[in-house]
């Protein structure tokens, strides 16, 4: 297969191997993106894939809540600017409201649903804002979670909305210790609650990978596996919320910090404006030179 600059590039923002080794990579394993990552990493040269895509959209994070319900939900715009506008504000705090009333599955759903239950639908109302800012607006996602008179939700945005989490703890009514989890989560954006919702076959994944670089670094195979186990810890430090330092206190781990306030991380939510979305790449100062010569 012919291997193109554009792979090259892709593979090197992944990992932050080198242009060369990035292309030997994708040789080496026949332009799979995924084997290349596998591939540096046993290799040594990439310490571990960024599997996140890079952040693009604009947009903002949302979060409103109400009695034993809350709903953290991301919509999108073209440029920052938008965010800051009083509609736009609006119009994430009536989406907010729409959701938490309705609770509609999916983002399909609330479209099609009456505002609030009346008058105009959702995807309407969204195309009126859109001819009065003047941008494409989006709702692309959104999450229901929903507690008892016993449990907290930890509500926190970063950065005027550039990343939302809404975090649940059961075992306790303190929405500041709730809160706490969610603004590390924010920080640290761990993938799981605990190691025990890591699948089998991501753990067989990683330790193979840790397998094959521990022997590609000339280590007998009498302590690989030992070795291959001790990584795995860190593997599982990087990815699962419970078993990382605490933000706010590096010197316990989150865990403790729950337990010690009598409550359990039952589960997260984290949101980042844009991930996974293609940025636009137009030069910005060329794009304002080209509208005043229209």
Known sequence: MAITAQMVKELREKTGAGMMDCKKALTETNGDIEKAIDYLREKGIAKAAKKADRIAAEGSTYIASEGNTAV??????????????????????????HILSQKPATVEEALQQKLKGEGETVETYINSAV??????????????????????FGEYLHMGGRIGVLALLEGTTDTAVAKDIAMHAAAVNPKYVSRDQVSEEVINHEREVLKQQALNEGKPESIVEKMVEGRLGKFFEDICLLEQSFVKDPDQKVKKYVEAKGATVKTFVRYEVGEGMEKRSENFAEEVMSQVKK
Do not use: H, M
């Not at 073209?78 to 994430?92: G, I, M, P, S």
């Not at 003047?134 to 449990?151: A, H, M, Q, V, Y």
């Open 131 to 152: 001819a009065k800012i003047g941008e494409k607006i989006s709702l692309r996602r959104f999450e229901l979670l929903t507690k008892t008179d016993n449990d907290a």
């Open 72 to 97: 953290l939900l991301e919509v999108n715009c073209e440029t920052d600017f938008v965010t800051k506008n009083e509609q736009f504000k609006q119009l994430l705090e009536d989406l907010g409201s």
